[in-house]
């Protein structure tokens, strides 16, 4: 991971490494978010919140360029 502790990095920081080919930190950023994101998914579909969760994790990974920390955090973006 680059040069930090992956404790210390914010998720936006995760985000940006991501964006330049940190493939650990996407690991990790799924790590940090997915069980608040299961959470809440299974609240909305109950029976499909699984697939919902790997769905969000794909479309995040192929929509990176997207994600912009003037409008909003990391989590808010992923939740």
């Known amino acids: ?3 930090h502790d ?3 990095l914010t998720g936006e920081a995760f985000f940006h ?3 330049h080919g940190c ?3 996407f690991d990790q950023l799924f790590l940090r978010f997915f069980q608040a994101l299961l959470s809440m998914t299974t609240k909305i579909v109950r029976s499909e919140a699984q697939d919902l969760v790997q769905e969000v994790f ?3 990974d192929e929509q990176r360029e997207r994600f912009d920390s003037a409008k909003g955090s990391i989590r ?4």
């Open 6 to 8: 992956a404790g210390l």
């Open 76 to 79: 808010t973006w992923v939740l």
């Open 58 to 60: 794909l479309a995040i």
């Open 17 to 19: 490494n991501i964006t």
């Open 23 to 25: 493939e650990e930190c």
């Open 1 to 3: 991971m680059p040069e």
